[in-house]
């Protein structure tokens, strides 16, 4: 076992699914010789060959709508987006064809096809470079949502990915790719896919996030932890113990659809408060629909108002003032507080 970064982690995936399955192919712009664009297949055409590492035309419809076809005749491909903007011209594909198949034959045919992409903001990045569409295809029926949060979980979860016999969004935050680099078994393993994680057990406050965020939460309560950052909370609050800070329960949601309801209500009803963390825009970000299902599941065990921390209702800003629309440390600390002094 070795530690590896989340790029070498996928390709390790796709390298022994690949070996494992001549099934499995790979397909996308730049994937062949020059590894794709952030150099994740790098080497695996010179292992299987140009037949089943296929550089394509520039034309993400094309892509997608080429490996359904193959998906329905019986390959598994794994397409590569270049980048989460590029994404679109891919849509109706992916929502009018791919999501559609299994209910439309009526389960004569499934379609087993990943769509990797990376996403999101924090490598300063240009426009189309560094959004975060997760919503779309989360609100699609038929697809499942998939969003790693380090090099372990990406493996597995790959892997889970590759063999389901369903369409898989898997998308891939480019700002850790390189960031994490965590013990990864060379051997094969699975996490299952609609599994959250709990990444930190607490008592406080639930912490619900995914993807890049994962990092920045457990760094925020760890700062948290370590500059009794809640000194200035009400002592009237009974949750608060001393000034050393606050047991708070970190959940990574990996998987985004299916979303793991139980595991959020289980937590909130221990806990009684809830901050959810991500950096796709506000309205209609995931964040509101899991408040909704801990309204519908859990409201009499909530303490306190939930709290967002996202990205804004504007377009993702360029580099100079990325920072300030990214969720980070002190949004997440000060979130974390107001539920504090908000509990009753």
Same mark, same amino acid.
């Given at each position: 076992m070795s530690k590896i970064n989340m790029v070498e982690a996928i390709n390790l995936a796709l390298k022994q699914e690949m070996k494992k399955d001549k099934t499995v192919i790979l397909i996308g712009e730049d994937i062949g010789e020059d590894g794709g664009v952030f150099r994740v297949t790098e080497g695996l055409a010179k292992l299987y060959g140009n037949d089943r590492v296929i550089d394509s035309p520039?034309?993400?419809?094309?892509?997608?709508?080429?490996?359904?076809?193959?998906?329905?005749?019986?390959?598994k491909p794994v397409c590569e987006i270049q980048?989460?903007?590029?994404?679109?011209?891919?849509?109706?594909?992916?929502?009018?064809?791919?999501?559609?198949?299994?209910?439309?034959?009526?389960?004569?045919?499934?379609?087993?096809?990943?769509?990797?992409?990376?996403?999101?903001?924090?490598?300063?990045?240009?426009?189309?470079?560094?959004?975060?569409?997760?919503?779309?295809?989360?609100?699609?029926?038929?697809?499942?949502?998939?969003?790693?949060?380090?090099?372990?979980?990406?493996?597995?979860?790959?892997?889970?990915?590759?063999?389901?016999?369903?369409?898989?969004?898997?998308? &891939?935050?480019?700002?850790? +790719?390189?960031? *994490?680099?965590?013990?990864?078994?060379?051997?094969? !393993?699975?996490? /299952?896919?609609?599994?959250?994680?709990?990444?930190r057990e607490g008592n406080d406050v639930t912490l619900i996030t995914y993807g890049a965020w994962v990092k920045t939460a457990k760094e925020a309560v760890e700062h948290m932890s370590d500059t009794g950052n809640y000194s200035s909370l009400s002592r009237k609050n009974s949750e608060l113990k001393n000034s050393s800070g606050i047991s708070v329960e970190i959940i990574d949601l990996r998987t985004l659809s299916p979303l793991d309801t139980e595991t959020i209500i289980n937590s909130v009803k221990k806990t009684g408060k809830a901050v959810i963390v991500h950096e796709a825009q506000k309205t209609l970000g995931?964040?509101?629909?899991?408040?909704?299902?801990?309204?519908?599941?859990?409201?009499?065990?909530?303490?306190?108002?939930? &709290?967002?921390?996202?990205? +804004?209702?504007? *377009?993702?800003?360029?580099?100079?003032?990325?920072? !300030?629309?990214? /969720?980070?440390?002190?949004?997440?600390?000060?979130?974390?507080?107001?539920?504090?002094?908000?509990?009753?």
């Amino acid at each position: 076992m070795s530690k590896i970064n989340m790029v070498e982690a996928i390709n390790l995936a796709l390298k022994q699914e690949m070996k494992k399955d001549k099934t499995v192919i790979l397909i996308g712009e730049d994937i062949g010789e020059d590894g794709g664009v952030f150099r994740v297949t790098e080497g695996l055409a010179k292992l299987y060959g140009n037949d089943r590492v296929i550089d394509s035309p520039l034309a993400e419809s094309g892509i997608v709508g080429s490996s359904i076809g193959m998906a329905i005749a019986g390959l598994k491909p794994v397409c590569e987006i270049q980048f989460e903007g590029f994404i679109m011209p891919a849509l109706d594909q992916l929502i009018s064809h791919a999501s559609r198949i299994r209910n439309r034959c009526r389960g004569r045919y499934s379609v087993p096809l990943v769509v990797r992409c990376p996403i999101g903001g924090g490598i300063k990045a240009l426009e189309h470079h560094s959004d975060s569409p997760e919503t779309y295809f989360i609100h699609t029926p038929g697809l499942k949502v998939v969003m790693p949060s380090g090099p372990y979980d990406a493996k597995g979860l790959l892997i889970s990915a590759i063999r389901d016999p369903d369409p898989v969004i898997f998308f &891939e935050p480019k700002k850790i +790719y390189r960031a *994490i680099k965590e013990e990864v078994p060379e051997k094969e !393993y699975t996490i /299952p896919l609609g599994k959250a994680k709990i990444v930190r057990e607490g008592n406080d406050v639930t912490l619900i996030t995914y993807g890049a965020w994962v990092k920045t939460a457990k760094e925020a309560v760890e700062h948290m932890s370590d500059t009794g950052n809640y000194s200035s909370l009400s002592r009237k609050n009974s949750e608060l113990k001393n000034s050393s800070g606050i047991s708070v329960e970190i959940i990574d949601l990996r998987t985004l659809s299916p979303l793991d309801t139980e595991t959020i209500i289980n937590s909130v009803k221990k806990t009684g408060k809830a901050v959810i963390v991500h950096e796709a825009q506000k309205t209609l970000g995931l964040a509101a629909e899991i408040i909704a299902r801990i309204n519908e599941k859990a409201l009499y065990s909530l303490q306190a108002p939930i &709290e967002r921390v996202t990205g +804004y209702d504007v *377009i993702v800003p360029l580099r100079l003032y990325e920072n !300030y629309y990214l /969720p980070n440390q002190q949004k997440i600390i000060n979130a974390v507080e107001k539920v504090m002094r908000n509990a009753g």
